[in-house]
């Protein structure tokens, strides 16, 4: 059996590393940008539409996470045994069908069945393209190419505001825009994945196939970036429309957030210059100064859109970090440590959306994104061991490359 190296040294299918990442930024966009996260875009107007709290903004949100989560898991199992084309095609499917049912929901259960399903395609996503870039792209170039595809999140972002304000009369039609750009990226990601199944992973010396050594502290780091980061997904919108800011203004903020998480692209570069450790906890400070920002003058448009853009490219480039970190552990399964990430991210989101929607009923908004803001700070000290967590088989078989 060849190794991981030997086979990224040539695409049978003929695919290149330039049109591999284009497909899966355009994947990424549209099922995290778009399926997933324009529902923080649209709280308000969900809100008027069907007359929700923020306790239940916050628990719909939270559905959407844990669909995540099964997804996810299913995903990586199933990247292994049929390949990245296949799933990666089917998370496009998934956010087809999510999009489209909320754009017809006519009822909060629709809403929240939609909700999960375009949540569960992102759970989908990450695994495969993360797989099929470690497989097909030389080992050099992977770290870099992994970014630009995880930076897709701020593209679809970005690209969500102007649809959501040239359809601001209806927020139907903006989903159903949603939708119809889901498909055509659907078509486009089956045909330019390569087909293929991914290797099994290897037992590595003191842990199973799943567990190796810095498994831990990936998977704390992961669910720290989720509770730190639900706030202004969620609510970010909500907050400031709620402090004055009106909602073309506060859809220029969300356009801000999105555009500036593009920077997330050269999180392999700024990788290979710090380290994986220092990317990490300088990114989640940053990432609690944004959110407490928010917290402080939710109504000062300068701040507003400072701490959109910084919180935008904090968070994608964190996620990436804990792409490459993940992929370093499993350099043999790259879906294995990407998945097991991503969903604990999901799961501290799961877990503190509906926390922080009850909080801001009680108390109010502030205090919870302050309290989003303390968890993104504590979740700084969850570094990377020596040498990005990467155990001395993982080493080997990227040295193998």
């Given at each position: 059996m060849?190794?991981?190296?030997?086979?990224?040294?040539s695409?049978p299918?003929?695919?290149?590393?330039?049109?591999?990442?284009?497909?899966?930024l355009?994947?990424?966009?549209v099922?995290?940008?778009?399926?997933?996260f324009?529902?923080?875009?649209?709280v308000?107007?969900?809100?008027?539409?069907?007359?929700l709290g923020?306790?239940?903004?916050g628990?719909?949100?939270?559905?959407?996470y844990a669909?995540?989560c099964?997804?996810?898991?299913v995903a990586?199992l199933?990247?292994v045994r049929?390949?990245?084309?296949a799933?990666?095609?089917?998370?496009?499917?998934?956010?087809?069908?999510?999009?489209?049912?909320?754009a017809i929901?006519?009822?909060v259960?629709?809403l929240?069945?939609?909700?999960?399903?375009?949540?569960s395609?992102?759970?989908?996503?990450?695994?495969?393209?993360?797989?099929?870039?470690?497989?097909?792209?030389?080992a050099e170039?992977?770290?870099?190419v992994q970014?630009?595809?995880?930076?897709?999140t701020g593209?679809?972002?970005?690209?969500s505001?102007?649809i959501?304000?040239?359809?601001?009369?209806?927020?139907?039609?903006?989903?159903?825009?949603y939708c119809?750009?889901?498909v055509?990226?659907?078509?486009?990601a089956?045909?330019?994945?390569?087909?293929g199944?991914?290797?099994?992973?290897?037992r590595?010396?003191?842990?199973g196939?799943w567990?190796r050594?810095?498994t831990?502290?990936?998977l704390l780091?992961a669910a720290?970036?989720g509770?730190?980061?639900?706030?202004v997904?969620v609510?970010g919108?909500d907050?400031?429309g709620?402090?004055?800011?009106?909602?073309?203004?506060s859809?220029?903020?969300?356009?801000v957030?999105?555009?500036?998480?593009v920077?997330g692209?050269f999180?392999?570069?700024l990788v290979?210059r710090?380290g994986?450790g220092?990317a990490?906890?300088?990114?989640?400070?940053?990432?609690?100064?944004?959110t407490a920002?928010?917290a402080?003058?939710p109504?000062v448009?300068?701040?507003v859109?400072?701490?959109a853009?910084?919180?935008?490219a904090?968070?994608?480039?964190?996620?990436?970090v804990?792409?490459v970190?993940?992929?370093?552990i499993?350099?043999?399964?790259?879906s294995?440590?990407?998945?097991a990430?991503?969903?604990?991210?999901?799961?501290?989101?799961?877990?503190?959306?509906?926390?922080?929607g009850?909080l801001?009923?009680l108390?109010?908004a502030?205090v919870?994104?302050g309290?989003?803001?303390?968890?993104?700070?504590?979740g700084?000290?969850?570094?990377?061991?020596?040498?990005g967590?990467?155990?001395?088989?993982?080493?080997?078989?990227?040295?193998?490359r």
């Amino acid at each position: 059996m060849h190794s991981v190296g030997e086979r990224n040294r040539s695409t049978p299918t003929g695919v290149g590393a330039v049109p591999l990442a284009a497909a899966g930024l355009a994947v990424i966009a549209v099922c995290y940008g778009l399926a997933r996260f324009a529902y923080g875009l649209f709280v308000p107007a969900f809100t008027a539409e069907f007359g929700l709290g923020a306790a239940a903004a916050g628990a719909i949100a939270s559905s959407s996470y844990a669909g995540y989560c099964v997804a996810v898991v299913v995903a990586t199992l199933a990247t292994v045994r049929w390949g990245p084309r296949a799933v990666g095609t089917a998370a496009g499917v998934a956010a087809v069908l999510g999009t489209g049912l909320i754009a017809i929901a006519p009822g909060v259960p629709v809403l929240a069945v939609g909700v999960v399903v375009a949540g569960s395609s992102t759970g989908l996503a990450s695994p495969p393209l993360a797989d099929a870039v470690a497989r097909w792209v030389r080992a050099e170039r992977a770290d870099r190419v992994q970014a630009v595809v995880n930076a897709g999140t701020g593209v679809g972002v970005a690209a969500s505001g102007p649809i959501a304000l040239a359809l601001s009369g209806s927020w139907r039609l903006a989903w159903a825009a949603y939708c119809g750009i889901a498909v055509l990226v659907t078509v486009w990601a089956a045909v330019t994945i390569p087909p293929g199944r991914s290797r099994r992973p290897s037992r590595a010396p003191g842990g199973g196939a799943w567990w190796r050594p810095g498994t831990g502290r990936l998977l704390l780091a992961a669910a720290a970036l989720g509770v730190g980061s639900s706030a202004v997904w969620v609510f970010g919108r909500d907050l400031v429309g709620a402090a004055g800011v009106s909602a073309a203004a506060s859809t220029l903020m969300w356009i801000v957030l999105g555009v500036a998480g593009v920077a997330g692209a050269f999180t392999g570069d700024l990788v290979a210059r710090t380290g994986l450790g220092v990317a990490w906890a300088v990114g989640m400070l940053l990432l609690a100064a944004a959110t407490a920002a928010f917290a402080l003058v939710p109504g000062v448009l300068p701040v507003v859109f400072a701490a959109a853009a910084l919180f935008g490219a904090v968070y994608i480039g964190l996620t990436a970090v804990l792409l490459v970190w993940g992929t370093r552990i499993h350099p043999d399964a790259p879906s294995l440590g990407v998945g097991a990430a991503f969903l604990l991210i999901a799961v501290g989101q799961a877990l503190a959306a509906p926390a922080i929607g009850l909080l801001a009923d009680l108390a109010t908004a502030p205090v919870a994104f302050g309290a989003a803001a303390v968890a993104a700070a504590g979740g700084a000290l969850a570094l990377p061991p020596a040498r990005g967590g990467v155990s001395g088989s993982a080493r080997a078989g990227r040295t193998a490359r």
